[in-house]
């Protein structure tokens, strides 16, 4: 008898700028390794463009390069052509999919519905792909996975199809909760003794102007920001977003993207994580922080709300002097800073990539009941109910 085999698109792993999209394709297939169930083998499959080896995930067989670029598998995909992935089922991490097998299974997961509702935010180009794929994929997986209840929820308004939208939360990746080599870490990456931390690539979505303008204010602390995450489209660049303001040269620092062991440090050192997004579909560095034990300040974007779920300070977002004052608030009270990082690491408890795992396996093998997929607010670990995306 064959083995049962879940193919996974790890197309996100060869981008030249992984992102978010990236890290949760890679924790996923870490996390099914270890969750599979008996008998099921994993492999992955990616285009024939960039460094397969990017691709390569312990216990994961492949990746398997298929004979196309990026660009033409991406056209080919997009119009429901060869090449096929011959698999018992296919997960797509991105709206990008292939045809499957007759008899096939297909999840999809869509982070987010930035394209719909801040297209300003990306490319008019991947604006307009992202709604293409993501009605495509209504219409042909038999499950699409999102992130967070707030997703869903605008999600439902959007697209029609028979797919099932199943409310499938993230996790913290381990490797940046246990620091390794510290002291080495901060002396290499010249660490100020207190810091302001933000992690996310520099795309117009992330709102990193509004963070350089709360930075520029009277009432903003006056202490550095450390920046971590690869340059994206757009043409963001932090020097020019500063220098408007006449801050100090050294009040603003891009580290780029680093690894997971060094964000541990960068992580575990800060005052406080800013994540003053526009819009997100989940909102990673949140959760991972909040882990770390690390005070949150964060914009009212749905997704960022649901997750943090009171444990962080929410602010509105593009409102500069409102994001001042609650990072002065946070700094300049310490009791204050120990009841968030303690509420953050309580609330991130909830979330476990090897639940994430488990929950998206058995949409591929079958396991799930109609019922239990109706019931979208088990998504986080122990919660029989989605938190209040009002809440916090």
Do not use: C, N
């Not at 169930?37 to 312990?58: F, H, N």
């Not at 216990?59 to 429901?80: D, E, F, I, K, M």
């Amino acid at each position: 008898m064959a083995v049962p085999e879940l193919a996974v698109v790890a197309e996100q792993l060869l981008a030249p700028v992984p992102g978010g999209t990236g890290r949760y394709t890679r924790e996923l297939l870490r996390s099914l390794v270890s969750t599979a169930p008996p008998g099921w083998e994993l492999r992955t499959v990616v285009s024939s463009e960039g460094d397969p080896s990017a691709a390569e995930i312990a216990g994961v067989r492949g990746p398997h390069v298929l004979p196309l670029s990026r660009r033409a598998l991406t056209l080919a995909w997009q119009h429901g052509r060869w090449p096929r992935v011959a698999a018992d089922s296919v997960h797509a991490p991105t709206p990008l999919f292939p045809l499957v097998k007759r008899g096939g299974g297909l999840v999809v997961t869509v982070h987010d519905t930035v394209p719909w509702t801040h297209p300003e935010t990306l490319t008019a180009r991947g604006a307009a792909w992202h709604r293409r794929a993501v009605l495509r994929a209504a219409r042909k997986a038999g499950s699409v996975v999102v992130p967070t209840q707030a997703v869903a929820e605008d999600l439902r308004r959007r697209v029609r199809g028979p797919a099932h939208i199943e409310v499938v939360g993230e996790g913290a990746s381990a490797a940046v909760l246990r620091p390794a080599s510290e002291e080495e870490i901060a002396r290499r990456l010249r660490l100020p003794p207190r810091y302001l931390l933000a992690v996310g690539t520099l795309e117009p979505r992330k709102g990193y102007e509004w963070l350089i303008r709360a930075l520029a204010r009277p009432e903003a602390p006056e202490v550095p920001l450390l920046v971590v995450g690869a340059p994206g489209w757009g043409g963001v660049s932090l020097p020019d977003l500063v220098a408007p303001h006449g801050l100090p040269t050294d009040r603003v620092r891009h580290l780029g993207a680093v690894p997971d062991r060094e964000l541990a440090v960068l992580l575990r050192r800060s005052a406080a994580l800013v994540a003053p997004s526009m819009a997100e579909g989940f909102g990673l560095p949140v959760l991972e922080a909040m882990a770390a034990g690390v005070p949150v300040v964060h914009s009212d974007a749905p997704a960022l709300v649901e997750v943090a779920d009171g444990a962080g300070i929410t602010v509105p977002r593009a409102d500069a002097a409102a994001l001042a004052v609650a990072l002065r608030g946070v700094l300049a009270d310490p009791g204050r800073s120990a009841r968030m990082a303690e509420a953050g690491r309580a609330r991130a408890e909830r979330f476990d990539w090897r639940e994430t795992a488990r929950r998206v396996w058995r949409l591929h093998t079958g396991t799930a009941r109609a019922s239990s997929w109706r019931r979208e607010g088990a998504w986080a670990r122990g919660s029989a109910d989605p938190p209040d995306p009002k809440s916090g």
